[in-house]
Each structure stands twice: as C-alpha cells, then as structure tokens.
C-alpha cells in the first residue's frame, strides 16, 4: 500500500470501562488514527474517557456514534451480554472491527454475527491477546514451520484466583450461564487451538465441579476435557477459576505442552518467575484487597509502567490499527475463530452435563436449547 492510499481510521469505540480505556489510549498516540469518537450509557465514566483521550465526540447511544461521517472502524467493548445490537449496526455499515471476546453470549446470536460478517465481507476481529504474547508467538512459530513433527497430543491447564470470577459474575445479568469455560477457559482453548492450526476436533468428553461458585452463584468452578481430532491427536484442556483468594496470581496463569513425532514444547505461564512480597499491603485493583504476594505480570492485559499500560493489550491494538492502516497480517483470531471458540467451550459444558461424548462439530441450536 502506498503512503498516500492510507486512509486517517475514523475510530468509534463502543464501551468506555477498563478495555475500552486500554485500547482507546493506545490509539490516541497512534498516527494513523485522525478522529475519536466514544460511546457509553455510564455518561460520567464516557466523558472522563473523553476528556483523558482528547476525543472528538461522546454520545450515550451508539447509534448516533455510528451515524457519524468520520467513523470507518470500530471497537467494541461494552460487556459481554452487550455485543450483538452495535456489532451487527456496524457491520451493516461496513465498518472494520475488533470485538472483545465472545461475539455473544448465546451460540445461535454468535452465528448471526459471523454469517452477517461474511455476507458484508467486513474485516472483523476478535480479542484474543494471549497471541500477542512473545512466547507464543515464537511456539507458533516453532510449530508453523514444522519442527515438532507431526503433533500427537496436547495439555492445556489453566487457573485463576476466584475473585476474577465472581467480578465477572456480577457484571452478567444471567450469572449462572456464565462458565469458566465460556468466560475464561475460552482464553487457552482460543491459544490451544491456533498453535494446532489445521486440526479439527470431532469429539468432546467432558466433566465439572461446582462446590465453591455452585451455592452462590448457580456456575461450575472447574471443567475438564479430552478433545479427539480428526487425525487421532488428544488434546486435554481444563480450567479451574475458583482458586482461594489468597492465590497470588492476578488472573490467569496457563500450563501448556505440546508433543509432536520430532519434538516437543513446554510453556509454563503460571508467572510464578517474578514474586513481589511486602510487609507493605499494596491494593490490587482487580480484587479490591489487599496484598502482601503478587505474581507479577499475572494480569493478562499487562502492567502499568511509568504512565502507560505495557504488555499483550498494547501489542494488540496497535496491530489491529496498523492492520487497518497499512494492510499488515496479524495474528488476530477472526471472528469464525470466535465463534468456533464460543461453540466448542459450551460443548464442553453441554458434555460435563450430559455426562456423554459430545460429537463435533455441534450446532448452535444445540447448545442453545
């Protein structure tokens, strides 16, 4: 693309809370990005946004953002039963997106989304930052260019302090349909299966516990899974996200192993490499308490550092921006990934509560039922 055929991004971001602040100051020092508009039902929390972005336009209602001229890209990070009514309008706009995870909450409205982004032929993201981290960037390469062989089996373990959890509970009006798989599992299965690019799974045997999260909040605290591909490759997968409060980790720590014909890799996520301990409690803004042991660079977005939010987030948006400016690859998950994702984390569910073999793929009205 030559210099001059690249177009200022006219940028509406829908949702001003923790994400949409993240991704909304990296775009503000971006260069390519000309215009700024921001949208949010919480009028206070959307202009303060504004104010700290110098953005050029605040509205409570999306639709009037999007009617805006200067708009050709939009991101979306309202909560996560919020998605569908903004994407779908920006699709019929044919705006360029990025979706936080999932595209919905409910598999039948996820297909509705994906089938209209490829009728309109948008290019739609989704948010899956773990792929932006520099290990597994260097894994996938590893695996791309056929190092370990062929791949025969794979583990993913994955565990979180159950505050996240219950923070994530009481943002969802339907907290009980809110599982670790679907909410936070789906973070390793989305990793698991773009390092196993080509693969296709054909059955799923799962299996929960809810002890902890089950009494309060009508939710499972842990899921475990064996995924069989159409090749005979294994894959196990589980997420535990009802960890004491104590755990140090922040929010997410992963255990991934990947053995093929010719080789094998090993990744120990878990960021159990950099402990700070103090006899000063330091609060921990997602918890809401305080602590005296932090894992650091537990929290999956990255890490303030002198006035800036540094790490996977940051990675992130700017290779979306410079994807829609300059017409870069990236690694972004697509929204079919996402919506493969959304499937088969409720597929394990609907196997944990069958107590049967769930065959693959599964249809959205299945799951829905």
């Known amino acids: 693309m030559k210099p001059h055929d690249r177009k200022p991004i006219g940028l509406a971001i829908i949702g001003c809370g923790r994400l949409g602040r993240f991704r909304g100051e990296v775009a503000r020092q971006y260069p390519g990005v000309g215009w700024i508009g921001l949208c949010d039902l919480k009028e206070d929390l959307g202009r303060k946004l504004c104010d700290d972005l110098r953005a050029d336009f605040f509205t409570k209602d999306f639709h009037e953002l999007l009617a805006r001229r200067e ?43 994906l089938q209209a982004v490829q009728d309109a032929g948008v290019d739609a993201v989704v948010g899956y930052t773990q792929r932006f981290r520099r290990r597994f960037l260097a894994a996938k390469e590893r ?10 089996s794979v583990t993913t373990r994955a565990f979180l302090n159950r505050i996240s959890a219950i923070v994530a509970l009481q943002l969802d009006p339907q907290p009980s349909r809110l599982t670790p798989m679907v909410s936070s599992g789906t973070h390793g299965l989305d990793l698991s299966l773009w390092l196993l690019e080509g693969k296709a799974p054909v059955e799923v045997y799962a299996r929960s516990v809810d002890k902890v999260l089950g009494p309060a909040w009508g939710t499972k605290d842990a899921t475990f899974g064996v995924f069989t591909f159409d090749d005979g490759t294994i894959w196990s997968m589980s997420i535990n996200w009802a960890l004491p409060k104590p755990w140090p980790g922040s929010t997410y720590g992963l255990e991934l192993g990947i053995v093929g014909t010719e080789g094998v890799i090993t990744i120990d996520d878990t960021h159990r490499d950099i402990v700070f301990a103090t006899e000063q409690p330091h609060l921990d803004q997602r918890a809401n308490d305080w602590r005296n042991v932090t894992f650091m660079t537990s929290f999956p977005p990255g890490d303030m ?13 700017y290779a979306w921006l410079s994807r829609l400016y300059h017409g870069i690859e990236t690694p972004h998950a697509t929204a079919a990934d996402g919506h493969r994702n959304l499937l088969l984390t409720m597929a394990m569910d609907l196997s944990a509560r069958s107590g049967k073999a769930v065959p693959l793929p599964v249809s959205p009205e299945d799951l829905s039922s």
């Open 71 to 113: 708009v050709n890209a939009v991101l979306i990070a309202t909560e996560e039963s919020e998605h569908v009514p903004p994407t779908m309008l920006a699709i019929e706009r044919g705006h360029r997106l990025l979706i936080e995870k999932p595209l919905a909450t409910n598999a039948v409205d996820s297909a509705k989304v």
């Open 305 to 317: 550092a002198l006035g800036q939010l540094r790490g996977p987030v940051r990675e992130e948006t």
């Open 143 to 152: 695996i791309r260019t056929g190092q370990l062989g062929d791949i025969t």
